[in-house]
C-alpha cells in the first residue's frame, strides 16, 4: 500500500484524518497539491506553515464557506486535468473519525477517485482537542501508507460513501501506525 497507488493517477483527492495532516504535509510537499483549509484562525497557521511547503489552498469547511469552496474546487478540476487535492474529512471540528461528505461530493461532480492516506510517526507529541493532533518528534520513524483509489458513482448514497470512505481511512491508519 504505497505510492504506486497514485503513480498512475493524473488527478485525484487525497484524505487523510485531521489530527494527522502534519506528517502528510511534510511527506507530499513541493508536488503541485493544493489544500481545502478552514476559514478558522488554525486553517491561518497551517496555510501560513504549508505555504512553505510549496502548497495552494483553498479555503472553506462544513462549518463556514464549504459551499463556495466545493463550488471553487469543482471548476477547478474541470480547467485542470492533473489536479490534486488535499482534503482532511473530519475537519475542522470533528468529530474525530468521522467522515463529512464534502470529499466524496467532490469526487461524485468530478470523476475523480479518493485516495486514503496515513503518515504516523512512532514518537510524537500529542495535543488534544476535539481530536488528538500529532506532531512528530526530530528523527522520528515515519510511516507512509496509501490506500487503494475510491471510484464513486453519482448515484452512491452519502451514507454508504461516507462510510467506504472511512472504512478505507481506518484500515490505512491501522497499517501506518505499526511500526513493528
Known amino acids: 500500500m504505497g505510492e504506486n497507488n497514485i503513480k498512475d493517477l493524473d488527478?485525484?483527492?487525497?484524505?487523510?484524518?485531521?489530527?494527522?495532516v502534519l506528517g502528510l504535509m511534510e511527506h507530499m510537499r513541493h508536488k503541485g497539491y493544493f489544500a481545502l483549509v478552514s476559514q478558522s484562525r488554525d486553517g491561518?497557521?497551517?496555510?501560513?506553515?504549508?505555504?512553505?511547503?510549496?502548497y495552494n489552498f483553498f479555503r472553506g469547511s462544513s462549518n463556514k464557506?464549504?459551499?463556495?469552496a466545493i463550488k471553487n474546487i469543482d471548476?477547478?478540476?474541470?480547467?485542470n486535468s492533473n489536479a490534486k487535492i488535499i482534503i482532511t474529512p473530519d475537519g475542522p471540528t470533528g468529530p474525530e473519525h468521522k467522515v463529512k461528505p464534502g470529499a466524496l461530493i467532490l469526487s461524485q461532480n468530478s470523476n475523480r477517485p479518493i485516495v486514503p492516506m496515513i503518515v504516523d510517526?512512532?514518537?510524537?507529541?500529542?495535543?488534544?482537542?476535539w481530536h488528538t493532533f500529532y506532531l512528530s518528534k526530530p528523527f522520528s520513524k515515519m510511516r507512509v501508507v496509501f490506500g487503494e483509489p475510491l471510484y464513486f458513482n453519482k448515484d452512491e448514497s452519502i451514507e454508504t460513501g461516507t462510510q467506504k470512505i472511512e472504512d478505507a481511512l481506518n484500515k490505512v491508519d491501522r497499517i501506518a501506525s505499526d511500526h513493528e
Open 121 to 129: 510517526v512512532k514518537s510524537s507529541w500529542k495535543f488534544e482537542n
Open 75 to 79: 471548476y477547478f478540476f474541470k480547467k
Open 11 to 20: 488527478s485525484f483527492i487525497l484524505v487523510s484524518w485531521h489530527g494527522k
Open 65 to 68: 464557506g464549504g459551499k463556495e
Open 44 to 54: 491561518d497557521l497551517i496555510t501560513k506553515i504549508a505555504k512553505n511547503f510549496g
